[in-house]
């Protein structure tokens, strides 16, 4: 059984939709933000010094980063969502799963946190704002005419991808980028992206 420690509105959303669209069993253990700091709850350090999510329990082993978690799975459960490695295919898969957290996710952290500094951080707001535009303008690129990255079926660089894509779109940011809109559109009307939700949700008490 397949274990994964999920924290509400974060990108752990993302390795429940995959378990999905896998079809692979799991339980999911909730952990819910502080409704003040917006911040992990402690319980989230006993399992990693880090305190983040997603965290999955495979075979008795935590594994944790996202794109780590993905690939692992795709190559155990689903090898065909990763293009074969002696591809040029491959090699951009590589590098999308990469962006997608080493390079997109930094600017989109960066006017989060600085939003809420107010005035103070307006001289940083025109450079994030610019690397903002240029990674979302990117990712509306890199998208195949299926509507999809590196294959024309679900991968994993759809999964990887999908969260900054959702946050364009929280950005109000549709007509900018209709591509990215169109793929957010496509994965949140898939049943399994719809049976993640359900499942990420907490039960009641």
Not at 53 to 74: F, K, Q
Request: with cysteine.
């Amino acid at each position: 059984m397949i274990t994964v420690h999920h924290l509400n509105r974060s990108r752990s959303h993302r390795i429940l939709w995959l378990l999905e669209e896998l079809g692979q069993p799991y339980t999911v253990k909730h952990y819910t933000r502080d409704t003040v700091t917006n911040l992990a709850p402690p319980e989230l350090t006993a399992v990693h010094p880090l305190g983040k999510s997603p965290m999955v329990e495979l075979d008795g082993r935590l594994i944790v980063e996202s794109a780590a978690i993905t690939e692992i799975l795709c190559q155990r459960f689903a090898p065909q969502m990763i293009p074969t490695t002696d591809t040029d295919a491959y090699i951009t898969h590589q590098e999308l799963m990469h962006f997608a957290e080493g390079s997109m996710m930094t600017p989109i952290l960066l006017r989060l946190y600085t939003d809420r500094l107010g005035d103070a951080a307006a001289p940083l707001h025109p450079r994030i704002k610019h690397q903002i535009d240029s990674h979302f303008a990117h990712m509306e690129a890199a998208l195949r005419p299926s509507g999809h990255y590196v294959l024309d079926d679900i991968s994993a660089a759809d999964i990887m991808l999908s969260f900054p894509a959702e946050v364009a779109m929280r950005q109000n940011r549709a007509t900018d980028f209709p591509r990215l809109a169109a793929f957010v559109a496509a994965n949140q009307a898939r049943p399994a992206y719809l049976r993640a939700v359900a499942a990420g949700t907490p039960p009641q008490s």
